[in-house]
């Protein structure tokens, strides 16, 4: 059966999206959906480029909360909503974001790395000077000390994400040119008992592949990873759920047999 399920998703209360929490909602509903997990924006100490920017990825967490339980109370009895996170990770943030996970009672928490070292993968700059090559490896190895320093959270989000922004993208990247580092990220998963999620929000950056590619998908599995949740990265009603045929494909083709949805930082397991 489809996926019917979103555990990706940005309104305004994430400083990216300008989109109301209803408007998610009402076009979830509209497309059949049985569950939107919002996972809002919060990245502690984030190097604003501006004086403008201060502040943008932290996010308001009574305005969020409340906000939620409206919209809960509102259409509860029509579609399941979830209540989630994406926490920026930083090694030198972790005892803080520690605490703020154990504070809120969140459903799901994606671990993101946004950064690298304290550098943005977004600018240009991250790229300047070096080849694209030695980007993405610091970039990896930075996931790396981000694991070893913060657990406390269900899946690690785009686990590929500085591809959406390298020179060339995702082309003439893959598993295999960096499966000795991938490798590593994926063996702590595992035997962590951590997920990573299919992050579909790849489709309008136009990369070849999904978040992570198709590579690492499989290559989770075949290190007996379970946990594995699928979400649109969306921060606009129109891309709920877009790529979710493609992600099915992808899950079933790698030997998955059931992909995975959190509530109250459980996982349950749905059959593909």
Known sequence: MPILTDYHLHTFYSGDSQTPMEEMIEKGISQGMETLCFTEHMDMDFPYVTEEEKGRFELDMEAYRQGFARCREKYGDRIQLNFGVELGIQPHIAGKLEQYTKQ????????????????????????????????????????????????????????????????????????????????????????????IEVNTGAVPHGLRELNPCTGIIRRFHELGGEVITVGSDAHAPGRIAEGFGRAEEILKSCGYKYYTVFSRRRPEYIKL
């Not at 993968?121 to 790396?144: M, N, W």
């Not at 990247?173 to 994926?186: N, R």
Request: aromatic fraction near 20%; proline fraction near 3%.
């Open 104 to 195: 809120n009672d969140f459903d799901f928490v994606i671990a993101s790395s946004h950064l690298c070292n304290g550098k943005d993968p977004y600018y240009p700059e991250f790229y300047a000077g070096r080849s694209e090559e030695e980007a993405y490896r610091e970039y990896f190895q930075s996931i790396l000390d981000n694991l070893k320093a913060f657990h406390n959270f269900d899946v690690y989000g785009h686990l590929d994400y500085v591809v959406r922004y390298g020179p060339m993208k995702d082309r003439g990247y893959s598993y295999d040119k960096y499966k000795d580092i991938l490798d590593k990220i994926l063996h702590y998963l595992t035997e962590n008992g951590k997920g």
